[in-house]
């Protein structure tokens, strides 16, 4: 490979850990446009920030505007959209923080080769289960509209696929459950994953 050779860091991401009070990992949001993955981020980041966690968010808002702002919504740009994310995920893994992470991130493919740069130890997945017409019916952003007016080409869910995972380890379906209810199951899910690799 390219004469890259990897040096070695004194600092550990363990030491971070130990230092930090916990372990990291990634927190993995997938779901349609609409479904709920900021909403469920933004509110399970404040409960664990609010105990002492080191959190950091990505979402759309500070990548796709800077980091992937060349990218659109081809399939070959949501596979580079992705890919660089989860580069960027594991870096902030390894600095000790979890990272909590909110993109469509469509095709069963995609998760796959996300969680196989992050490393399967790393990576909850929460599948934000919402039916299109629910979040067609929210459409947040105007979104759907324009979609089915055919101003936006190429959006998931109403002219490019969206894969639902066949098993997570979260599954959150908004349109059935109490939005706090779903926070907590989430919180308490990580709270375990925090616990258990700070006694190891
Ligand atoms: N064509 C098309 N399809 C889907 N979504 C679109 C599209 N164009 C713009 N948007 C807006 O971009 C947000 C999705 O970006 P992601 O980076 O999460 O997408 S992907 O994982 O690369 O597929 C998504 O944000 P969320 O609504 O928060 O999911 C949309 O607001
Ligand atoms: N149980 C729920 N979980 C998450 N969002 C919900 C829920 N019930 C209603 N909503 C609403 O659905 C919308 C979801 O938008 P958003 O979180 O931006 O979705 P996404 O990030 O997946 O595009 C918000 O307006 C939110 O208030």
């Given amino acids: 490979m390219n004469n890259i050779i990897p040096h070695t860091f004194h600092v550990t991401r363990e030491d971070r850990n130990k230092l930090k ?72 893994v390894d600095s000790g923080s979890l990272v909590i992470a909110s993109f469509i991130s469509p095709l069963a493919s995609d998760r796959a080769f996300v969680k196989d740069i992050i490393g399967v130890q790393d990576f909850v997945e929460v599948f934000v289960n919402t039916p299109l017409e629910i979040c067609e019916q929210r459409d947040v952003k105007g979104l759907y509209k324009k979609a089915r007016a055919g101003e936006i ?41 925090l616990e258990i690799n700070r006694n190891e």
């Fill in 21 to 92: 009070g916990h372990a990291s990992f990634v927190v993995w949001f997938t779901g349609l446009s609409g479904s709920g993955k900021s909403t469920l981020a933004n509110m399970v980041e404040k409960r664990l920030f609010e105990k002492g966690v080191h959190t950091f968010s990505l979402d759309g808002d500070n990548v796709r505007g800077g980091l992937n702002k060349n990218l659109g919504f081809s399939r070959e740009d949501r596979e580079e959209n992705l890919r660089r994310i989860a580069e960027v995920a594991k870096l902030i």
């Fill in 153 to 193: 080409k190429n959006f998931t869910g109403i002219d490019a696929p969206y894969e639902a995972p066949r098993f997570s380890d979260i599954e959150v379906k908004t349109d059935l459950e109490d939005l706090e209810l779903s926070v907590e199951r989430i919180v308490n899910y990580l709270n375990t994953k």
